[in-house]
């Protein structure tokens, strides 16, 4: 029952389904739930494979794309979207650690957060367009490799650098308080790369070298610029990295 309740209350963090009353809110829930959030990245995938498929039925392979990047909009309540448009409104605007986190705290959005998250859907929709090229089995499997691995890169951020934003504001502040023990995160790892083994080319594998390393990246550099992390740089790593996933399928398939 315990990996139900967890299981259900990633599902709760990280997207707007309703979950039964009797699963019971408890902070350790949601710190030991994270080893789930990939899992809930293939149910979103799944579902954005299917929104796509029902909707090419009867419009064009772009509606339908738009319509598949809709659903996971409206799913998470743009969720990670958020996240980007924070992320870079704050390191755009901000040259102080201090001043950073004071605008990333800031609800509204201006002109640096409105310009990635306008980029970052434009680039989603081309990437998946020519990645439709190579075939709709191909297709809905990097839908949900998208989804499942760039959530389990984003959580393993909270492993790797210090949290640093006040925690008795952030909706984060039970994940920023643990760290996985490798038990724990052996089975985020397996639901965030599962998705790759059923690509009919296992050459596709070598997309996680240039995903890690962006992952990577973007921990130095917040590291860098903040000391550490925030609940909407996780938001912006879980986006950025999803664009880097589908790039790098684009290319890799260019090449073989």
């Known amino acids: 029952m315990r990996e139900i ?3 259900f209350t990633a599902l709760q963090f990280f997207t707007r389904v309703p979950i039964p009353k009797w699963v019971p809110y408890k902070a350790e829930y949601l710190q030991d739930s994270r080893k789930y959030f990939p899992f809930i990245g293939i149910l979103l995938g799944a579902v954005t494979c299917l929104f796509f ?3 090419k039925q009867v419009f064009s392979v772009e ?4 319509i598949s990047m809709l659903s ?3 799913i998470t309540g743009a969720f990670h979207e958020d996240g980007l448009a924070d992320t870079f409104d704050a390191f755009g605007g901000g040259y102080t650690p201090e001043k950073i986190l004071t605008i990333m705290k800031d ?3 201006g002109t640096y957060g409105t310009v990635a998250v306008i980029l970052s ?3 989603k929709f081309f990437f998946l367009k020519s990645i439709y090229l190579e075939g709709d089995y191909q297709f809905y499997c990097s839908l949900i490799l998208g989804h499942s691995l760039s959530r389990f890169l984003a959580s393993t951020m909270v492993d790797l650098l210090p949290y640093v934003q006040d925690l008795d504001i952030s909706k984060s502040k039970p994940i920023a308080n643990t760290k996985f023990a490798i038990g724990q995160f052996i089975p985020g790892l ?3 790369l599962w998705p790759l083994v059923f690509f009919r080319d296992q050459l596709v594998f070598l997309i996680l070298f240039p995903s890690i390393a962006f992952a990577l990246y973007l921990g130095w550099y917040f590291r860098r610029k903040i000391g550490g992390y925030t609940g909407d ?16 399928l684009v290319v890799l398939w260019k090449f073989i």
């Open 63 to 66: 509606i339908a794309i738009l």
């Open 190 to 192: 397996i639901f965030g």
């Open 53 to 55: 498929y029902v909707s």
């Open 72 to 74: 996971s909009i409206f």
């Open 121 to 123: 859907l434009a680039l």
């Open 107 to 109: 609800s509204r959005i």
């Open 233 to 248: 740089c996780l938001g912006a790593t879980q986006q950025m990295t999803e664009i880097v996933i589908y790039a790098s």
């Open 5 to 7: 309740y967890l299981f």
